[in-house]
């Protein structure tokens, strides 16, 4: 029991770390929460989460050794997809607006958080380095601190991404349209250097 809690509070605190980042999916969480409320923060992270089941399953059958030789390709694709989402976001920044929609990209919360997060360089560069080596640690100890340890790492997805979606929402009121579209260029424009960073960073390797 002492184990399971300890790898529990140490899965949730590198999560922590991890999910407090700037990237994609917290632009997506930005996004959809202004627009549709606090409960898009647990949405986006529960998509995020499906992203992450795929890639514990790929570390459990042991793909992650090879994959890790591919980081370079890896880095090269996505930091092409995150300039283009990035480049869609300040495009759409210019005539975005605060009124509660069901329409438009941004509808399917889950998928928006499933999509952002494979097409995040980071995503992939931790959790083929990082994540696997910890999962690893953890798979030798048993399958069910394994699993623990996913827990703990979504717990501190989801705790984030909750109270960004439910900070974002209360002062939705008191946020003009104006700095609403200046929040989204300014994500857009992380997004474009984000993902231009790792272009470098794949050409220079």
Sequence with gaps: MEGALQTLILAFTIGLTGALAPGPTLVATIN?????????????????????????????????????????????????ALIL???????????????ISTEGASSNPYLAGALTSVANPYFWVWWLSVGSALVLAELREGTLLAIIFMIGHWGADYGWYTF????????????????????LALCGAFLVLFGASYLAGAWAG
């Design 164 to 183: 960004v979606s439910t900070s974002l929402h209360r002062g939705r009121n008191f946020l003009s349209e104006v700095n609403y579209r200046r929040t």
């Design 32 to 80: 959809t929460s202004l627009q549709r409320g606090w409960t898009m923060g647990p949405k986006v992270a529960t998509g995020h989460a499906l992203a992450e089941v795929v890639v514990f399953l790929l570390i459990v059958v042991g793909l992650a050794s090879v994959a890790q030789t591919h980081t370079a390709i890896v880095a090269a694709v996505g930091g092409t």
């Design 85 to 99: 989402f990035g480049l869609m976001t300040l495009r759409g920044s210019r005539t975005a607006t605060m009124e």
